[in-house]
C-alpha cells in the first residue's frame, strides 16, 4: 500500500490522507482482505462502472436514433413518390394545356407508386396527393415528436452530467477510486 501511496504524492500534497488510508485499512481488514487487494479492486471496479456508463448511454443514444428515424418514416412522404408526384403533374398540367380529352390520356391518371403509397398510408384519402401515413393531424405524431424530444433532453443531461464520471473512470481509475473513499468518509 505504501507503494500505491507513494504513487499519488506529488509536490510534497498527499491525495490519500491518513483518514482515507486508515479507513482502507480497516475496510480491508473487516472484508478479510489487504488493503492492497482492496485498492486493486476499486481500480477494476472503475472501469466495470465507465463501460457501463458507455454502454447504458450509447443504447440510449441508439434508441433516441431509432425513435427520430421511425418518427421521420412515419411522418413524411418518401422522396422518390414526392418525385413520381411532381413530375405526374406537370405531364398532366402541359396535357391540360391541349385541345383533346385528357382523361382518355395513359398520363391522366397517378403513377402507380403515388396510388400504391396513398391506398398504404391513407386508403380513403380522396386526392392523389401523396399524405404521410401519420398526417399532421394525427395525435400519433404530436406525442411521438414529443417523446422524442423530451428523450434528447434527458440524454444531453444524463451526457453532461454522467460523462464526467464515465470518463474519470475510464481514463483515471486512481482518482476514482479515491473519490469512493472520500465518499464514504463523508
Same mark, same amino acid.
Given at each position: 500500500?505504501?507503494?500505491?501511496?507513494?504513487?499519488?504524492?506529488?509536490?510534497?500534497?498527499?491525495?490519500?490522507?491518513?483518514?482515507?488510508?486508515?479507513l482502507l485499512?480497516?475496510?480491508?481488514?473487516?472484508?478479510?482482505?489487504?488493503?492492497?487487494?482492496?485498492?486493486?479492486?476499486?481500480i477494476k471496479q472503475a472501469y466495470v462502472d465507465s463501460i457501463i456508463g458507455i454502454i447504458v448511454f450509447t443504447l440510449a443514444a441508439l434508441f433516441a436514433w431509432w425513435l427520430w428515424r421511425f418518427a421521420?418514416?412515419?411522418?413524411?412522404?418518401?422522396?422518390?413518390v414526392r418525385a413520381s408526384y411532381h413530375a405526374w403533374r406537370v405531364r398532366r398540367e402541359a396535357l391540360s394545356n391541349t385541345e383533346t380529352d385528357i382523361r382518355d390520356h395513359p398520363d391522366y391518371q397517378p403513377p402507380a407508386d403515388v396510388l400504391e403509397w396513398n391506398n398504404k398510408c391513407q386508403?380513403?384519402?380522396?386526392?392523389?396527393?401523396?399524405? /404521410?401515413?401519420?398526417? &399532421?393531424?394525427?395525435?400519433? +405524431?404530436?406525442?411521438v415528436w414529443i417523446g422524442l424530444?423530451?428523450?434528447?433532453?434527458?440524454?444531453?443531461?444524463? /451526457?453532461?452530467?454522467? &460523462?464526467?464520471?464515465?470518463? +474519470?473512470?475510464?481514463?483515471?481509475p486512481e482518482y476514482w477510486a479515491l473519490m469512493r473513499i472520500l465518499e464514504q468518509i463523508r
Open positions: 500500500m505504501s507503494e500505491t501511496i507513494s504513487t499519488l504524492e506529488t509536490n510534497e500534497t498527499t491525495f490519500m490522507s491518513e483518514k482515507t488510508e486508515q485499512r480497516e475496510l480491508a481488514q473487516k472484508l478479510g482482505t489487504t488493503a492492497e487487494h482492496l485498492w486493486g479492486v476499486l421521420v418514416a412515419k411522418t413524411t412522404v418518401p422522396a422518390s386508403p380513403d384519402y380522396p386526392n392523389h396527393r401523396p399524405v /404521410a401515413e401519420w398526417d &399532421g393531424d394525427d395525435w400519433r +405524431t404530436f406525442f424530444f423530451i428523450l434528447s433532453i434527458i440524454l444531453a443531461i444524463c /451526457a453532461l452530467v454522467g &460523462g464526467s464520471g464515465v470518463m +474519470t473512470a475510464l481514463l483515471n
